[in-house]
């Protein structure tokens, strides 16, 4: 376009036109909404209770600022997650969050020793458990199986057999990968990875789970609102095995 043509009024006009549409675009950009909802076991004792460390964050509208973050440490049982939140990072400004951040990541992701374990049972659990087992390589897995060599195998059915995972969330559709990843296989219990934050050579893994999402809500035919869920998931889910029989 040449500007040169038009009259000075006409060209400001223009610009402006220009300006106003570059800043909506720039406003309505954003990165896809996320859920990240996860579990490292860390002790095992007797009774085949699961004690496990926990983070948990959403970012409901992708949004480039950062999300509030919550650690802390559950026990899974074959009948419930009894869950313990015991440190809470708020993106509040000027606060040193990023520093925070790195600090409880590094302990999330670390493994667990025999003091901090101790720490755990008194000052988190109030001696009302007893774990004292750090060493849980006998369990871990970490392979991937198709949906149907995993059903088989458990003689289990993943779709009427759901997923639990942190804040009572269940499992809802698997994605089109039909690919699941287990970390850890107790017997009864399973943990098991479900992420569709893939590279283009990778698969989805696992399934969806039905955290509420208040930023992607539509309308059924009946009127009522339901939640989109997010674009990003990546979950660690608890399967307790049941003797759902397959379909």
Sequence with gaps: MDLKLY??????LFIGIFMFSLSN???????PSTIESRIIPISINQKGEILCKTRFSKNEMGAYSPMEIQYGFCIITKDTIKEFITKTLHPIPESPYFKQKNYWDTLFKSKTNQQQLDEINKIVLKNKYSFSLTDLNTFKI???????ELEKSKNTSLKNNKQKALLGAKSKEYFNDQKIQVLYDFGNIIILDND???DQNELELGANFDYHNSSNITTDNNGNKISLGFDISQVTGILVINNVNPE
Excluded at 7 to 12: A, G, L
Aim: aromatic share 8%; no cysteine; proline share 4%.
């Design 7 to 12: 009259t000075p009024k006409v060209v400001i």
């Design 196 to 198: 569709n934050n893939i």
């Design 142 to 148: 970490n392979k991937v199986f198709s949906i149907y």
């Design 25 to 31: 675009s720039m406003v309505s950009i954003t990165e």
